[in-house]
């Protein structure tokens, strides 16, 4: 198995530009995560899902973020407008059984 | 979901035995224990997780205290390749909401 697998790795933008982070779970895994990890305040869960299904939002840092699962291969993450602040690295992981999560390699977030 | 306590760093022999010490004292009792690990610039990876009983798998034996206020990840055999900050946690019942602290920077030197 591939693993999870985030695109683009690297996304650099312009603040006030929409930016959408896209993730492939593991085939089979019914969890789904997005997390956000900053210096300033490390590893965060900002949603996740069970089967397709957004069961807590409460990390969402505000209305510009939102995410989406259409379907048990796809999830995405957009923020509109971006801010500088946004920067950080955001992982997204899956899980077969909501006790092992998997993470992606990440997606670099740079908003100037 | 339980506060948790880990030592900033550690510094561990190649070859020899890694063991992570946590403090959950507040953990309740359908609450788990897990651990993860980041390699610098990788995700997290899970590594174990147990709820009153010992566990051991391919990577890491984990033993928790008797009153399950604390516990010990160990590595048996530590490599360089196992330099990471390991993350333990005190997880909610099904472990979907992990709070990541700041957890314990392992370097492992030969």
């Known amino acids: 198995d591939a693993g999870v697998i985030q695109s683009p790795r690297h996304e650099v933008t312009e603040m006030g530009q929409e930016v959408t982070l896209r993730c492939k779970p593991i085939?089979?895994?019914?969890?789904l995560f997005w997390y956000r990890q900053t210096m300033m305040r490390g590893l965060e869960l900002l949603i996740y899902?069970?089967?397709?299904?957004?069961?807590?939002d409460s990390g969402m840092p505000e209305d510009r973020f939102s995410a989406k699962m259409p379907n048990a291969s796809f999830s995405t993450l957009k923020i509109q407008p971006s801010e500088p602040r946004d920067s950080a690295v955001y992982f997204c992981?899956?899980?077969?059984?909501?006790?092992?999560?998997?993470f992606g390699p990440g997606t670099r977030l740079t908003v100037t | 979901d339980a506060k948790t306590t880990q030592p900033p760093s550690m510094d561990c022999a190649e070859g020899r035995a890694a063991n992570l010490p946590c403090n959950h004292s507040?953990?309740?009792?359908?609450?788990?224990v897990y651990w993860y690990r980041q390699i610098h610039s990788q995700g997290p990876q899970y590594i174990i997780h147990?709820?009153?009983n010992n566990e051991t798998n391919e990577m890491a034996s984990l033993i928790i205290t008797e009153d399950r206020k604390s516990s010990t990840l160990i590595l048996p055999h530590a490599t360089l390749r196992d330099t990471a900050v390991y993350y333990c946690?005190?997880?909610?019942?099904?472990?979907?909401?992990?709070?990541f602290g700041a957890g314990t920077i392992l370097r492992v030197k030969s």
């Open positions: 899902f069970n089967n397709n299904v957004p069961i807590d």
């Open positions: 147990g709820l009153k």
């Open positions: 946690i005190g997880g909610g019942e099904y472990g979907n909401k992990l709070v």
């Open positions: 507040t953990i309740s009792g359908n609450e788990y």
């Open positions: 992981a899956s899980s077969p059984n909501r006790y092992e999560q998997y």
């Open positions: 085939s089979g895994h019914d969890y």
